[in-house]
């Protein structure tokens, strides 16, 4: 400290100035000249003198410069979960002009931070028991879980995730001095700040003839058995392939997948034999090799090893480079020829959908059908698909399918208001009819040319390993470079119509083609023309007016929910209370489990506590305290003898005829799991509900391709259920997961249509059929039921059912209905007079 009380303030690591135990401070001069020079010195000179005031307990204070190793609490705005406030440990730039803070890539996700012009805060701490408390509750070690569920949050992207990949395939080899360079790029670190270990433990080479050759396995390996702290056992892991599939390695330069594959990763003794590491094992995914790290070692050694990781991957992109060019998204002539004839027969063969259309006397209906408004082959399969989903989203045939009949029909439906019972719902049943038709299409065509069709395969494609390994992008970005951008929806519907009837302009009014309604067929490749170029755009602009949008919302959301919980809290008898002690829950979570401390307490899990028994016995076993193990006998009547009897006969019976979950469930309740007394259990639940809330991009979500399901999802819906709090909400729906068996799938799929609401318009024909007679002034009103085959995929409700709900609810309430407007209109009962007569065909 008088070193630093010497240099002053203006050179680095110097102090600003110092506080005397009466509390007056003294500002250290700066500058070199000689009075400067003299004061500092003279202050430096009464650190080393003892002072009477230490005595009453109150040192001089030196308040000095930040140096490496000091904690520093980072903070990211918004702060919308614990944590976006970490604690890092220091380390200066000493290069001159660098005024930036610098962030590892692994922590950004917490932060949701990213380099385009971030600004975060950072606040020093200024006492030692301030640095005691956030070195053990904040640091980044500490935070790897999130709170929310356990899921780890640090991981690895991008570059990194690549140069791993990259570096743990199989035909990668390493020469002696090209092995030891990668070794210490990774380990000059953690090696440095363990002294218990002086010296890197090496591996012989996997090749020793014509010259000493070692794998990139065995760098990953390298690290790990060093990484290890102490005195514990190395790591076993078996995790299968969950990201890369083997499936992919077809166009491998091997007859076989499975020989380059290595998808499955195995870890035998510290040695890393088998898999790639890609981004469910080194990224923020559950169950990666990282996250059994962290449970195996802890949480600073899977720190360290995130470190190493990069480190290595860094200076391995600086030997190989990684880019991306024009040859990825290209596809072989053969592919590019299958794929537009895919398109067309895709949606020619649309025309099997239409009754009477698809039958041996219908070549001339298909004639007319195909050729009323295109002559292009391509343009006609358009047309057929768009007229077969118009058909069937307004149940008509071959024969009513006519140019007139349809532009008549889409007219009404557009100006129709959504409570009209005939029209209403019609714009969004012919959106899910174009929409499903177009994506049967499309993904033909896409898993037939992607990945087998592109002109540069597996694994040498750039794109397609970023996509597959998790590194960046998915596979909807290399289908639209490569193969098509597909239906362009805004808020989850086909792009609407303008008054006129029309999409844009250079469309025809109601066109039910499915380019009008935003398909777009061509590709980023080989270019767009303005009216899909035009769509896209108009997609980019929903999503950016989306986000804009939300924010005030979504902020407004979370505070809600924060102040009404952030006064729940886990109390020493396990309960949840409120500051009123009110109980809200018995057992919180109804395990009273510390969630981020029992993700492995799953039945998946327990095959990794087998595989490494010795480790985590040893790690979690402690030695029984004396005076502890003195209050149990004490408190015992029984002799240790007959104890241990009694205890073994009560085991015994009390195991008899237990179901396997017992044990399961006898494990959970580990002292060292359960949630410790004080945790704020509300404030994480609001956090961990408006921290997703804000960050999502959409407010709708398109389900699984059913326009009249279009649910509200995102934040509308958080705030029709928390902030409105209506007794009827508007989409009473719930996720149910199922058993992955087709037995269980077929049972849903029944509950599914024992639940549809059927509307009358899906069972009769239109129009009806109406019959007025002016000279008995009487009226008739005639309904033609549709064949069941046009509704029995979405219902299981048959014909006789549909026949005595007309019978006795339909006709009587239409009856009596009728008779109240004409009696209202001043008629006589003698002049009402209103019946049904029923003919059966």
């Known amino acids: 400290l008088r070193n630093l009380v010497r240099a002053g303030p203006d050179v680095y690591p110097g102090a600003k100035l110092v506080q005397m135990p009466n509390g007056s401070k003294h500002i250290i001069p700066s500058g ?15 650190l080393a003198v003892p002072q009477p005031e230490l005595h009453s307990g109150t040192p001089m204070i030196v308040h000095r410069h930040m140096e490496d190793g000091d904690f520093l609490v980072m903070n990211r705005q918004p702060t919308l979960h614990k944590p976006s406030i970490q604690a890092h440990r220091v380390r200066t730039i000493r290069a001159l002009g660098a005024k930036t803070l610098r962030l590892h890539y692994a922590i950004c996700k917490a932060y949701n931070a990213d380099f385009d012009g971030d600004e975060m805060n950072g606040h020093f701490p200024q006492t030692y028991q301030a640095k005691a408390e956030i070195a053990h509750l904040a640091a980044v070690p500490y935070q790897y879980l999130a709170p929310k569920d356990g899921s780890p949050l640090g991981g690895l992207i991008q570059d990194h995730v690549i140069a791993a990949v990259k570096l743990t395939i199989r035909d990668r080899f ?17 090696v440095a700040e363990d002294s218990c270990v002086p010296d890197a433990i090496l591996i012989p080479p996997a090749i020793l003839k014509p010259s000493r050759l070692w794998t990139g396995k065995q760098v990953v390996s390298t690290l790990l058995m060093n990484i290890v702290p102490a005195g514990l056992p190395q790591l076993n892991a078996y995790l299968a392939g969950r990201r890369t599939k083997v499936e992919l390695w077809a166009g491998a330069p091997f007859a076989v997948a499975r020989i ?40 600073y050694a899977a720190s360290q090893l995130l470190s190493g990781i990069s480190r290595v991957a860094d200076r391995f992109l600086k030997i190989t480079s990684f880019s991306m060019s024009l040859a990825d998204i290209m596809l072989s002539d053969k592919a590019d020829r299958d794929r537009r004839r895919r398109f067309r027969v895709g949606f020619i063969s649309s025309h099997a959908c239409v009754p009477n259309l698809g039958s041996e006397n219908g070549s001339e209906l298909r004639h007319k059908f195909c050729t009323q408004f295109c002559c292009l082959r391509f343009e006609k399969g358009m047309q057929t698909l768009g007229l077969c989903a118009f058909a069937d989203a307004f149940g008509l045939t071959a024969d009513t399918l006519t140019e007139e009949n349809v532009k008549h029909l889409y007219r009404l439906a557009h100006f129709a208001p959504k409570t009209d019972e005939v029209f209403g719902d019609k714009m969004a049943a012919l959106d899910r009819a174009v929409k499903d038709r177009i994506k049967h299409s499309q ?3 896409c898993d037939a040319v992607i990945p087998s069709g592109l002109y540069v395969p597996f694994p040498a494609n750039s794109l397609q390993l970023m996509v597959h390994v998790g590194a960046k992008g998915g596979m909807v970005n290399a289908q639209q470079m490569s193969v098509a951008l597909g239906q362009i929806e805004l808020e989850g519907r086909r792009v609407p119509l303008m008054l006129s009837g029309r999409s844009l302009p250079s469309f025809q009014p109601y066109d039910v083609r499915p380019r009008a309604g935003g398909m777009c067929t061509h590709r980023f490749l080989t270019s767009m023309p303005p009216q899909e170029l035009f769509f896209h755009s108009m997609a980019g602009r929903d999503g950016l007016v989306d986000t804009a949008c939300k924010t005030s919302r ?45 993700t492995f307490l799953k039945p998946e899990g327990f095959h990794f506590f087998a595989e490494n028994a010795e480790l985590l016995a040893r790690r979690w076993r402690c030695p029984l305290d004396p005076e502890l193990y003195r209050k149990l006998t004490e408190q015992n009547p029984l002799p240790p003898e007959l104890a241990s009897k009694v205890d073994e006969v009560a085991v015994r019976r009390l195991t008899v005829s237990v179901e396997p979950n017992f044990y399961f469930e006898s494990l959970k309740i580990i002292t060292v799991f359960k949630v410790p007394p004080g945790e704020p259990v509300g404030l994480l639940a609001a956090q961990s509900l408006g921290e997703p809330s804000t960050q999502m991009t959409l407010n709708t979500f398109h389900f699984a391709g059913r326009g009249e399901m279009n ?69 008739s009103l005639t309904f033609n039921l549709l064949s069941p085959s046009a509704y029995r995929s979405r219902t299981n409700v048959g014909t006789r059912r549909i026949m005595h709900f007309l019978e006795r609810v339909l006709f009587v309430d239409l009856s009596k209905r009728l008779t109240q407007e004409l009696k209202d209109q001043g008629k006589s009962r003698d002049e009402v007079n209103t019946s049904s007569t029923f003919l059966y065909c």
Do not use: W
């Open 32 to 46: 070199n000249s000689e009075i400067a020079l003299a004061r500092r010195l003279a202050i430096s000179n009464r």
């Open 174 to 190: 390493f020469n002696e001095d090209e092995y030891l360079d990668l070794v210490y790029s990774g380990l000059y670190a953690s």
């Open 260 to 299: 380059l594959s290595d998808v499955d990763l195995v870890i035998v003794g510290g040695y890393f034999a088998s898999g790639l590491l890609d981004k469910a094992h080194i990224g923020s995914a559950s169950g990666g090799m990282v996250h059994c790290f962290y449970e195996a070692y802890g949480p």
């Open 443 to 445: 993904d033909a065509v």
């Open 554 to 598: 979504s902020g407004y959301l979370q505070r809600s929910l924060i102040k009404h919980l952030e006064d729940l809290s886990v109390h020493y008898d396990g309960t949840v209370r409120d500051s009123g002690g009110s109980v809200i829950q018995f057992r919180y979570g109804d395990d009273g489990l510390d969630v981020c401390q029992s």
């Open 711 to 779: 649910v509200t999802l995102g934040i509308p819906r958080l705030r029709e259920v928390l902030m409105a709090g209506s007794a009827v909400i508007a989409t009473p729906c719930m996720e149910v997961p199922i058993l992955p068996t087709s037995e269980a799938k077929s049972r849903a799929e029944h509950i599914a249509r024992e639940m549809y609401r059927l509307r009358l318009a899906e069972v009769i024909k239109l129009p009806l059929s109406v019959e007025v007679d002016y000279s008995s002034d009487s009226c």
